[in-house]
């Protein structure tokens, strides 16, 4: 009898981590798509939020967590590859976040896919700002 309690537990936690990542993604992917400049995913350079000089502790605390709460949103995305949520967009929204080489190669060839920049324009335009530029990759 003992497996059976351990599938139920596995099942519990699996929907509980679900609904986790649907509540993360409905909360956390329009906040960070919408506060992204029109010109992300087509600028030449990118700006650094990091510039600061009186307070480099800030900075580095900040940007642990910045890349935390990017790899959550990517863990995330991916359970929601198989499980009910917006799986690509919450992906594409942890790895926004997050800092690491290749990245904007990465983050162009997401929003290239079929209907991720539709969907990402759709989330701007209900936080009443302008669409994304196209990637020019």
């Keep these: 009898m003992e497996p059976a309690i351990d599938m139920q537990q596995w ?3 699996a929907s509980a981590l679900s609904l986790l990542a649907i509540g993360a993604a409905i909360v956390g992917v329009p906040w960070v798509v919408k506060r992204l400049p029109k010109d992300y995913f087509s600028a030449a350079h990118r ?3 990091r510039k600061t000089e009186r307070e480099p502790w800030f900075a580095i ?3 642990l967590l910045k890349n935390l709460l990017g790899a959550v949103l990517v863990v995330l995305g991916l359970v929601m590859l198989v499980t009910p949520g917006q799986g690509l967009l919450t992906l594409l ?5 997050m800092n690491f080489p290749g990245k904007y ?3 162009c060839w997401v929003v290239l896919r079929p209907g ?3 969907a990402l324009n759709w ?3 209900r936080g009443g700002q302008p669409p994304f530029e196209r990637p020019g990759v």
């Design 11 to 13: 099942l519990l936690w």
């Design 47 to 49: 700006r650094s939020w």
């Design 61 to 63: 605390v900040l940007g």
């Design 93 to 97: 929204a942890g790895l926004l976040l």
């Design 105 to 107: 190669r990465l983050e």
């Design 116 to 118: 991720v920049l539709r």
């Design 123 to 125: 989330l701007r335009h």
